[in-house]
């Protein structure tokens, strides 16, 4: 699997957007980017993933650029809760039989909210 | 939905010792993943099991196996601790190329 380099700490203000840089210069054309991120004492939680168009759910937007060397995590409306340790991942997934990916986690971005 | 549980959330155990973590998937899922989380690290794969196989396997040694059931439900066992076996330990659920749902995770303390 491809490896991210992330920053290390982040701080946004409350209410603002936070933006969550990731580089993977190395991704192959199978490999998805995937977003989790841990919540103090908590187990990794799902946020977003894609693979080369632009993504959006309740929780985030994904954004990846067009030669999808890096990405942008985009959290609209930051809040309190949302200060946890983000995790941008790249791995393939095995759409062959039945079976799901392996997870090579970094030491991912700590974001914190400020109020 | 429980989502995915794990118990027990905390143990400790003594150098040399055996240990066994439990995990129930999600509804649904039919595939789990271990993870080994030291401290002030990101979490660190250490196997999948499917149809109660093995599938994937990390850079652990054997002293880490494994074992799933028909009902999709887990063990993890780790043989012969080691101080630095002492870790959160997550497991994560999924179905086929889904996005993995993990638990809360059992902090092992070994001594």
Same mark, same amino acid.
């Given at each position: 699997? *491809? ?74 409306? *930051? ?18 039989? *039945? ?17 | ?17 055996? %240990? ?11 595939? %789990? ?44 066992? %780790? ?31 070994? %001594?």
């Amino acid at each position: 699997d *491809a490896k991210t380099t992330q920053p290390p700490s982040m701080d946004c203000a409350e209410g603002r957007a936070a933006n969550l840089p990731c580089n993977h210069s190395t991704i192959s054309g199978n490999e998805y980017v995937y977003w989790y991120r841990q919540i103090h004492s908590q187990g990794p939680q799902y946020i977003i993933h894609g693979l080369k168009n632009n993504e959006t759910n309740e929780m985030a937007s994904l954004i990846i650029t067009e030669d999808r060397k890096s990405s942008t995590l985009i959290l609209p409306h *930051a809040t309190l809760r949302d200060t946890a340790v983000y995790y941008c991942i790249v791995s393939s997934t095995p759409y062959s039989g *039945a079976g799901s990916y392996q997870l090579t986690f970094g030491k991912g971005t700590k974001l914190s909210v400020i109020p | 939905d429980a989502g995915v549980t794990q118990s027990p959330t905390h143990l400790i155990k003594t150098r040399g010792q055996q %240990v066994t973590l439990r995990c129930s998937p999600k509804s649904g899922h039919d595939t %789990v993943s271990w993870y080994q989380q030291a401290l002030g690290q990101g979490p660190q794969f250490i196997f999948q099991y499917y149809e109660e196989e093995e599938r994937q396997r990390g850079n652990f040694p054997d002293r880490f196996s494994g074992h799933q059931f028909p009902n999709y439900s887990s063990e993890l066992n %780790v043989n012969a601790l080691l101080l630095g076996d002492s870790a959160l330990y997550l497991c994560a659920s999924s179905l086929e190329a889904a996005e993995a749902f993990f638990g809360q995770g059992t902090r092992l303390t070994v %001594v």
